[in-house]
């Protein structure tokens, strides 16, 4: 790291058609985008040109509400959440198309295997030159289980149990090469140096390792490392691993409380608060001005249909049935969640405020339960301004309501004025992710090792 000014950090979200519920209805919508590369592309490329860190992708390996479905609700129809591209695949082809910003993708600990991410993420850091990241998950979509021959989703404590086995394997294999250990010497016919390469031999609760890894290190030392939990479980893990950290507060009072308790916890695992960013999701409706924003914004919500106000608060119920509940009637007592228990706590704080089905519906469709920032560019950097002056976060993960046109919005409006105020760059600071993002690059245990031996 250096002592550079302290700028913003801005990654953006990748979720086409968008974010927004109803956003694929949108007569400017490339409703295919979901499947659509270019649209990927496009905001790859896009976002690079308006100087962003980096590009951060969701994803689950199931459609999600799939039980909604066999249980006979055809609702589910209507919801732009069945498909979209594995963007652990996708990385590469952004990677050749674009130079310096960040390619993050969602992996998760509970579906996969430790040494497929790790070999998966250090060849996409390869290819990009030192630019990708890996977003550290357990799965909160429980549908995924069904996928993998299970027929319950494992249980949330277990979850991050294995998540912390599993990422402890992971950047140990990311370890596995010492930087020059792969000498290639031609003269002495000596390919690399047998010194120079490690075996993890992990043998754990849920995994058995030995490595090494047949990636050498790369070219940022290793991955960057996202995490999305805010559950007491998440926040534990992510002030162990975490090195950008996608939270959902809304209110700045909250989230300075969890940037605080999530950098004071990074202690422990002998980590400093700097090594950690944290980047809350927001949701902006830019307009010209503040009724042109409120307008557009006012235009998507009428968008959205009754179905669409359950099935987005559905998965997060704990199985109880909402359709059995009239829309302009309470929350009903919501049974514990095994998914999102962050999210799902949401939820429940609206239900205890007094608003019905519908209008906690409406607030989730559009916004998927992030911070909505309506107006002008000016409005909205005043708005970023305060919370980043105030510890309330070290950037933002910009969400679109629609695809293409709101990403358009974002850079040609809102970035140049965070850039006229000194609150972002104007050009890139380096070639990787870390340099951009201000990181230091990891040192290999083993090095570790080998320093404290040498100073007995």
Known sequence: MTN????????????????????????????????????????????????????????????????????GNRARGQMPLAVNLEPASVLPALAVLT????????????????????RRFATIDHISGGRAGWNLVTSQVEDESWNFGLEKHVEHALRYERATEFYDIVVGLWDSWDADGLCRDKEAGLYFDIDKVHFLNHRGKHFNVRGPLNIPRTPQGRPVVAQAGSSDAGRELAAKSA??????QSVMEESRAFMADVKGRADRYDRGPDDIK?????????????????????????????????????????????????????????????????????????????????????????????????????????????????????????????????????????????QRRGLFRTEYEGRTLRDNLDLKVPESRYARVGKAAAAE
């Open 278 to 418: 944290i980047l809350p999701g927001i949701l902006p409706m830019v307009g010209r001005t503040d009724t042109e924003a409120q307008d557009k914004y006012e235009e998507l919500q009428s968008l959205i249909t009754d179905d669409m106000c359950r099935m987005a608060l559905q998965r997060h119920t704990g199985g109880v049935d909402l359709s059995k509940y009239p829309l302009d009637g309470p929350l009903p007592e919501l049974l514990p969640s095994n998914a999102a228990k962050a999210r799902q706590q949401i939820l429940i704080e609206m239900g205890r405020k007094g608003m019905t089905i519908r209008q906690i519906g409406r607030f989730f469709c559009g916004s998927a339960g992030h911070n909505v920032m309506i107006g002008s560019p000016k409005t909205i950097a005043d708005r970023l301004e305060y919370w980043f002056h105030n510890e309330a976060a070290d950037g933002f993960t910009v969400m679109f309501p629609y695809m293409p046109g709101s990403v358009t919005d974002w850079v040609d409006m809102v970035i140049p004025e965070l």
């Open 243 to 248: 090195e950008v950290i996608f939270t959902a």
């Open 99 to 118: 130079k310096n910003i960040g390619l993050i993708s969602t992996a998760t600990t509970t579906y996969n295997e430790p040494y497929h991410v790790a």
């Open 4 to 71: 550079r000014k302290r700028m913003m950090k801005l990654a953006a979200f990748s979720h086409p058609p968008g974010v927004h519920r109803a956003g694929w209805r949108h007569p400017e919508a490339a409703a295919d985008g979901d499947t659509d590369f270019s649209v990927y592309a496009h905001l790859a490329q896009t976002a690079e040109r308006g100087k962003m860190d980096a590009v951060f992708f969701q994803d689950s390996a199931a459609v999600s509400n799939c039980t909604a479905i066999l249980n």
